[in-house]
């Protein structure tokens, strides 16, 4: 069993501020005690910030209609979407401190993971993540959903 006073290393792997907003801060930390991969970052802490919550982002367009059954063009597609709906307040992909991604069936899993870091390589630091393989989302044709959370400056 690990004592969880045992004392770790915190390895900031990177460090966000704004000069215009005092106290903003977000910090990706990966801990010495803990496993570590370039997809993403264990520990995202953030200080005096705006919150943004999205709600699960799926391959749909603006009409509810799932374009196709290719599950790296679903992947593209919820990207697509995580964008626009961040854009509406303000926000981007880099603004991203936490997803949680849920696919249904393992055999995507390398897939996922290869959009994913296409879609965020220009990050300083990839954001918190949890995956899921579920049963079913609640559309049949959808093969991913991502859900977001986000962290900009107070204004």
């Known amino acids: 069993m690990i004592d969880p ?5 915190a390895v900031v792997k990177h460090q966000r501020t704004e000069p215009g907003s005092p106290g903003f801060q977000v910090r990706h930390v990966d801990s010495s005690a803990l496993w570590s991969a370039p997809r993403i970052t264990q520990v ?19 009409a509810y209609h799932v374009d196709s059954d290719d599950f790296r063009a679903q992947c593209h597609r919820v990207f697509d979407n995580i964008e626009i709906a961040l854009a509406a307040v303000g926000a ?10 849920y696919i249904t069936t393992l055999e995507h899993r390398e897939a996922l993971r290869e959009v ?10 990839p954001p918190a993540n949890t995956a899921l ?9 959808f093969l991913v959903e991502i859900d977001v959370i986000a962290a900009v400056p107070l204004v």
């Not at 006073?5 to 290393?9: K, R, V």
């Not at 870091?117 to 630091?125: D, G, S, T, V």
């Not at 393989?133 to 044709?141: C, D, F, N, S």
């Open 44 to 62: 995202v802490e953030v200080s005096h910030a705006r919150m943004i919550y999205l709600s699960g982002q799926t391959p749909t367009d603006a």
């Open 116 to 125: 994913r870091m296409e879609r965020l390589r220009h990050l300083a630091a």
């Open 133 to 141: 393989i579920v049963a079913g989302l609640i559309e049949p044709a």
């Open 5 to 9: 006073t045992t004392p770790c290393t």
């Open 92 to 101: 981007t992909l880099a603004d991203i401190v936490k997803t949680t991604t």
